[in-house]
């Protein structure tokens, strides 16, 4: 596609339900990165990819997160029983190897 | 653990003032890019900046790298409303991750 695109744009949910959010990144892109933004603020290192494998995951708050990607393409970012802290954008970027990231426009998570 | 530190957080000006924003580490980055951010989008890079001392132009924004790749600046001269906005330096660690600062926030008044 033209662009990084994720979904869904807004995702609202109750304490306690599980969560997926979808990122599609630019066609041949090799990495792709997740990121969480709390409002105006700076970005927080979630998990990175290169290819289909993670050679960072170093950023995932708890193990009730995971994510992966598959056929070097589209990720999913999963939250298991989600805590209200867990509200926020989340960013998804993809680049070729690690040169200039381009950014989707986020998944604003609320938890109620 | 690499941390970037920007300083300001909040930035207000009025049209025309001259402005300049930190990006400060005890790392060393590989390379270090400035990123530019509006409301409900993501960030756009801006400029990469890769050798100590480099000095990068794009119009009115004029981007500095650290001597010793730790710290760089973003003066931005004769700010206009559409320079409003989030601000954002990252480092390219040793292992491919970019980490963010925490952001200056732009506003610039008519």
């Known amino acids: 596609g033209a662009g990084v695109s994720q979904s869904p744009s807004n995702k609202v949910t109750e304490k306690g339900k599980d969560v997926e959010l979808r990122c599609d990144p630019i066609s041949g892109h090799t990495a792709l990165y997740w990121y969480r933004q709390s409002l105006g603020q700076g970005l927080e290192f979630l998990i990175y990819f290169q290819g289909n494998s993670a050679p960072d995951k170093s950023g995932l708050p708890s193990d009730r997160f995971s994510a992966e990607r598959t056929g070097g393409s589209v990720s999913t970012l999963t939250i298991q029983r989600t805590q209200q802290e867990d509200s926020a954008v989340y960013l998804c970027?993809?680049?070729?190897?690690?040169?200039?990231?381009?950014f989707g426009s986020g998944t604003q998570l609320s938890v109620l | 653990t690499q941390l970037l530190e920007q300083s300001p957080q909040f930035l207000s000006i009025q049209e025309g003032e001259n402005l300049t924003v930190y990006c400060n580490s005890s790392?060393?980055?590989?390379?270090l890019q400035w990123y530019r951010q509006e409301p409900g989008e993501g960030p756009v890079l801006l400029v990469t900046v890769v050798t100590g001392g480099e000095v990068k132009k794009l119009k009115r924004l004029t981007f500095q790298f650290g001597d010793a790749r730790k710290d760089s600046s973003l003066h931005i001269t004769a700010a206009q409303p559409g320079d409003t906005g989030l601000y954002l330096c990252?480092?390219?660690?040793?292992?491919?991750?970019?980490?963010f600062g925490q952001g200056t926030t732009l506003q610039v008044k008519p």
């Open positions: 970027a993809s680049s070729f190897y690690n040169e200039k990231l381009f």
């Open positions: 790392s060393v980055f590989s390379s």
């Open positions: 990252a480092g390219s660690s040793n292992t491919g991750k970019l980490i």
